[in-house]
Every structure is written in structure tokens, then in C-alpha cells.
């Protein structure tokens, strides 16, 4: 697999001279977060974490993100977490975008560089610790997790992309695949988060509507994406959130493979609310 270019938020703040308008959308059905708007003023700063700031690019919030919480976070060197999570049941994806880290779980530690990949389940115990002399940045997906009494949590694994061949999709000879980290027939999965790969000119050849909501990072390239009733040009470092049956496709821009970090919740029943 060739090497691949991630992108990652740059911060900083745009000049008093910029345009103000911009591809940043929020609707019922969809929302994107163009990578424009990753800027140095909008970044958070949380609980037990050092020379660490973040962009929180998705949160629980009615009418938006119900599921799963998303960060982008950047740690400085000699930053990082002794307790990076502070709430019980909480099970996470970490996924580096640039730099390496060294993440610790159970007490055995792992580097994980460019394309790292690990997941954490529920009350896992882990710390994260930037050991080198460059800025890393990652990905945190974090969502509650939903026990299945008869069914186990799953174990913690730390994996890189470039290590997992990507499957095809059926009928597409290659130009649309996704890189898996989870097998999809393991129902102690509450979650998938997998990295999408287009190849210039391919599509998703029809409008997906369906129950899983998503969270989708591009990673690399550009494209057309349909979401809801729009056409919206997105490339690398945009962000967009799709909510449950918002009606979705693509078309990949070229010159080169255009890819995303894609979320989704799947394996459970769907669950009633308390007064019906």
C-alpha cells in the first residue's frame, strides 16, 4: 500500500482581509464542518490532559450527534494523559493523523505512528504520552458502550491501516473500498470506525438511507457529496455528521484517491424511549 498523506487541522486564525463566507453548513439532517474553521480560537482544553488542546467536532446533542462524540486532538511534546477518560462505560477509537504516540493499556505500551490505530473498550485502563520531539495529532471517538448480557466487551487491539488490506466493494473492481479494523461478524461491537477509499471518478451509485448515523473525517483528496437533498464539494479536512436516514452519496473529485475516517454505530436493537 503506498504511503498516504493525512490531513490534519493547522490552527492559527484566518487574516482580518478573508471572506467571510464559507462551506460551513448546519441543517436537521447533516452538518458540515469545513476544515477552515479548525482554528486556533475554537480548540478545547480538557480535565488531566497536558500541553493537549482539542477540536470537538462532534458532541451528544439533540438535533445533532446522538451517539458518539468525536475529537481532534493535538499534544505537544512531553504532553499526554495519565487519565484521559473520566467517564465510566465509555469505549474509544484513537486514530493518528500526523506525529506518533505512545499509548499505554493494561500496562504494556504501544507506539503508535502515522495511521496508528487502536480501540479501547469500556473502563479499559490507558494513558497516552507524546514521547517525541514533533506535535502528534489524532483522532478520539468516543461512545458509550451498550452490554448485550450473553455477550463479552471486546478486548483492546492496536493495529496501523497501511497493515489491513482493504476490501472492495462488490461489482466496483477496487475504485470503492474500506479498510476495516473490525471483523463485522463480531457482535461485541457496538461501533465501526473504518477508513473509506474512492478512486478518482468513482461514486456511491445511489442515495444510502439507513439506520446508522455517521461521522465522516476526509483524510485525503476532494468530491461531491449528496447529503439530504444538497450537493456539497468537500476535500481534505472537512468534517460531516449524517444523522440517522439522511439520504447519502458521492462522487470522488480526482486528481487523486479521495478517503474519509468513517463512524458508525451498528449491532444493537433500537432502543425505546422511556415513555412510550
Known amino acids: 500500500m ?30 458540515v464542518i469545513p476544515k477552515g ?37 493535538e499534544v505537544s511534546p512531553g504532553g499526554g494523559s495519565d487519565r484521559p477518560e473520566t467517564e465510566a462505560g465509555v469505549q474509544a477509537v484513537l486514530f493518528v493523523v500526523e506525529g506518533a504516540l505512545t499509548l499505554t493499556v493494561e500496562g504494556v505500551d504501544h ?8 480501540y479501547l473498550p469500556p473502563d479499559a485502563l490507558w494513558s497516552m504520552k507524546n514521547h517525541t520531539d514533533n506535535v502528534v495529532k489524532f483522532h478520539w471517538v468516543r461512545k458509550r458502550y451498550e452490554a448485550v448480557s ?6 483492546a487491539f492496536v493495529t496501523n491501516e497501511k497493515d489491513i488490506p482493504p476490501t472492495a466493494m462488490p461489482g466496483t473492481d477496487g475504485k470503492w473500498a474500506t479498510t476495516r479494523f473490525v471483523d463485522t461478524n ?29 461521522g465522516l473525517y ?18 481534505a479536512g472537512d468534517f460531516m455528521w449524517l444523522r440517522a436516514f439522511c439520504p447519502q ?28
Not at 476526509?218 to 476535500?235: F, H, I, T
Open 2 to 31: 503506498k504511503k498516504t498523506d493525512y490531513y490534519a487541522p493547522q490552527g492559527g486564525l484566518a487574516p482580518q482581509t478573508q471572506l467571510l463566507t464559507d462551506r460551513a453548513m448546519f441543517t436537521e439532517a447533516y452538518a
Open 37 to 73: 474553521t479548525f482554528s486556533d480560537i475554537v480548540t478545547s482544553l480538557l480535565p488531566f490532559w497536558d500541553k493537549a488542546r482539542f477540536w470537538v467536532i462532534a458532541r451528544p446533542l439533540s438535533g445533532f450527534s446522538e451517539t458518539f462524540s468525536q475529537y481532534i486532538a
Open 111 to 118: 507506539l503508535l505512528e502515522t495511521g496508528g490505530y487502536a
Open 150 to 155: 450473553g455477550l463479552e466487551a471486546p478486548e
Open 186 to 214: 463480531d457482535l461485541r461491537h457496538d461501533m465501526h470506525v473504518n477508513v473509506v477509499t474512492f478512486q478518482p471518478g468513482a461514486v456511491i451509485p445511489f442515495a444510502e438511507t439507513h439506520v446508522m448515523e455517521h
Open 218 to 235: 476526509v483524510l485525503e483528496g476532494k468530491a461531491v457529496y449528496r447529503l439530504n437533498q444538497d450537493w456539497v464539494e468537500v476535500e
Open 249 to 276: 452519496a458521492c462522487y470522488a473529485g480526482g486528481p487523486g484517491p479521495f478517503r474519509y475516517l468513517l463512524y458508525k454505530d451498528v449491532n444493537r436493537h433500537m432502543k425505546f424511549p422511556a415513555h412510550l
